[in-house]
């Protein structure tokens, strides 16, 4: 889930994270194979590749899987065709979502994704109704416990970040897309250890709703990551500051 501005929405997402995290290697291997296929297997002259790579690394993905995807995309293996699909539609309380997939069957996924829209209350919308509100970014936090916002405003700026910021906990390094794999490996160099790293499409203004709404929203764009074919839920879903997770 992206396009966040208020920091319990990053909490939420990197709570859903952990517990999928097997899920989450699933995705990454599919990335990484499309990457492959479609510029190379040299990361050095395949950008694509190499920030899926680096994501990888950044979930502490074995090598082994990382080079058996590699050698499944550049054809050294067998493996199935994928297509990369957007979906655009809207949650309860007008909010925006954005749905990226990455599908060996389009048929399944159209259905599977309108299906988690339309239970949790949301709509399908048109291509290109919602995606003008969005800005692609590179988003890398780290939790201010462990680094101060000046040691990682230093290091993040010299070496291309956008900038820096620092909220209830989280301190979140903002770069141009082109820049996330060089920016967050030289993070990485200078021994910051990040609590999420990914290239999103962040909403240029958000949507506030109380509490109950919000949770609507949040299942289903659960629902939706939980979906194979679904690589990330983007939306401008802004929680309340009072925001709890409801007990399961």
């Known amino acids: 889930m992206s396009g966040h501005s208020k920091w319990a929405t990053i909490k939420h997402k990197k709570g859903a994270a952990d517990a999928k995290r097997g899920q989450k290697f699933t995705k990454l291997i599919k990335e990484i194979s499309v990457a492959a296929k479609m510029g190379g297997a040299d990361p050095e002259s395949n950008a694509r590749l190499r920030t899926a790579i680096i994501k990888a690394r950044a979930e502490n993905m074995p090598k082994d899987n990382i080079d058996r995807a590699i050698k499944k995309g550049s054809g050294e293996m067998d493996s199935a065709t994928f297509y990369e699909l957007t979906y655009e539609g809207y949650a309860p309380g007008g909010v925006a979502l954005i749905i990226d997939t990455l599908t060996d069957n389009k048929n399944r996924t159209a259905s599977d994704v309108r ?55 989280i301190i979140e390094v903002t770069t141009a897309p082109s820049d996330f794999a060089s920016v967050l490996e030289a993070m990485q160099a200078a021994g910051f250890e990040q609590m999420s790293a990914e290239v999103e499409k962040v909403a240029d203004q958000t949507v506030l709703l109380e509490t109950e709404k919000a949770r609507k929203v949040l299942k289903i764009i659960d629902r939706l990551e939980e979906l194979d074919d679904v690589q990330q839920v983007s939306s401008n879903l802004e929680l309340p500051d009072d925001f709890e997770e409801e007990d399961e």
């Open 115 to 169: 299906a988690a829209l339309t239970k949790g209350g949301g709509t399908l919308g048109a291509t290109g109704c919602v995606s003008y509100m969005f800005q692609t970014k590179g988003i890398i936090t780290y939790d201010s416990e462990t680094y101060s916002e000046e040691e990682i405003f230093e290091v993040a700026l010299e070496n291309g970040a956008d900038d820096v910021v620092s909220e209830d906990g």
